[in-house]
C-alpha cells in the first residue's frame, strides 16, 4: 500500500509561481512512476508531468518550458514546480503513483486527495 500526501496549493496571479509535493509513504515498489495530474471543473483529468523512479520524465506539451517535475528518492516525494501560471490552469492537481506487480503482472494505481491550485487573472 502507498499513501500519497499532496500540499503546496494555493491562490497566485497570473504569471507568479507555485510548487506543489507529494509526500509517498507506506511500503514503495522499486519500479514505480510518480505523475501530477489536474482536473478542471467540468474537464477531465488530464497529465501534466510525470518522472519514473528510473528518472525518465514526460511533460504535456502545455507545461513544457514552465513546469519542472522533480523528485527526491531519499525523502521520498515529488515535487513540481510550476512558473508563469495561466488562469486556465486552474484546477485541483492530483499525485498519482503507478506501478505493476504481481504474477500476472498488473497495473497498480494510487491517488492523493488532491491539492486545489487557483491562479488569478
Known amino acids: 500500500q502507498v499513501q500519497l500526501v499532496e500540499s503546496g496549493g494555493g491562490l497566485v496571479q497570473a504569471g507568479g509561481s507555485l510548487r506543489v509535493s507529494c509526500a509517498a509513504s507506506?511500503?514503495?515498489?522499486?519500479?514505480?512512476?510518480i505523475g501530477w495530474y489536474r482536473q478542471a471543473p467540468g474537464k477531465q483529468r488530464e497529465l501534466v508531468a510525470r518522472?519514473?523512479?528510473?528518472?525518465?520524465?514526460n511533460y504535456s506539451d502545455s507545461v513544457k518550458g514552465r513546469f519542472t517535475i522533480s523528485r527526491d528518492n531519499a525523502k521520498n516525494t515529488v515535487y513540481l514546480q510550476m512558473n508563469s501560471l495561466k488562469p486556465e490552469e486552474t484546477a485541483v492537481y492530483y499525485c498519482?503513483?503507478?506501478?505493476?506487480?504481481?504474477?500476472?503482472?498488473?497495473?497498480?494505481?494510487?491517488w492523493g486527495q488532491g491539492t486545489q491550485v487557483t491562479v488569478s487573472s
Open positions: 498519482n503513483y503507478w506501478t505493476r506487480w504481481g504474477d500476472p503482472p498488473r497495473d497498480i494505481d494510487y
Open positions: 507506506g511500503t514503495p515498489f522499486n519500479i514505480n512512476v
Open positions: 518522472i519514473s523512479s528510473g528518472g525518465t520524465i
